[in-house]
């Protein structure tokens, strides 16, 4: 079984290279991404604490 690792992104980063690890690990567009964490942290006040989570738990690459 191939299983997917949620790292941290090297190539695809604007501050620590979440986003992008997380749009490679969803297959989804970095930048669609960040934009759903802006929105977060605008409306709900939580993506803050939830980038930084992540970025606790990612590994880099």
Do not use: E, Q
Not at 14 to 24: E, K
């Amino acid at each position: 079984m191939n299983y997917k690792k949620f790292h941290r992104s090297s190539t695809n980063k604007v501050i620590a290279g979440v986003c992008g690890g997380l749009g490679d690990y969803l297959n989804l567009d970095p930048v669609l991404v960040r934009v759903i964490f802006v929105v977060s942290v605008v409306c709900f006040g939580f993506g803050i604490l939830l980038y930084l989570i992540l970025w606790l738990l990612s590994s880099s690459n």
